[in-house]
């Protein structure tokens, strides 16, 4: 009967010992979840962001060859003549300013 006794005992302290580390690993399984689902949401927010960046990136880089462009332009004859021309009023020799009336 002492026996029998300490074998229940045993039966239920290492049922009771089972139960614990069950609940253990079910709340770490929760909380490893939750962090992974947190952690998925900070992805996607990023990725997002990557992609404005990468646009405005994108852009800028388009703007500066505009840039670029202008910059040679600028230094061109044809564009010093059309300055002088809108601006200043001057005209190459032997152009016609004014056509007379027929």
Do not use: H
């Not at 992974?36 to 927010?45: D, G, V, W």
């Not at 703007?63 to 910059?71: A, G, K, L």
Request: net charge positive.
């Amino acid at each position: 009967m002492v026996k029998r006794k300490v074998v229940f005992r045993k039966k239920r302290q290492n049922r009771l010992g089972m139960f614990l580390v069950l609940m253990v690993v079910l709340m770490l399984l929760v909380v490893v979840s939750l962090k992974s689902a947190e952690l998925r949401q900070k992805q996607e927010t990023y990725a997002a962001r990557e992609r404005v960046l990468q646009e405005q990136i994108d852009a800028e880089k388009a703007r500066t060859e505009e840039i670029e462009e202008y910059r040679k332009y600028t230094q061109t004859k044809k564009y010093v003549e059309e300055v002088a021309k809108d601006k200043l009023g001057l005209v190459n020799e032997g152009e016609i300013i004014y056509k007379p009336d027929e």
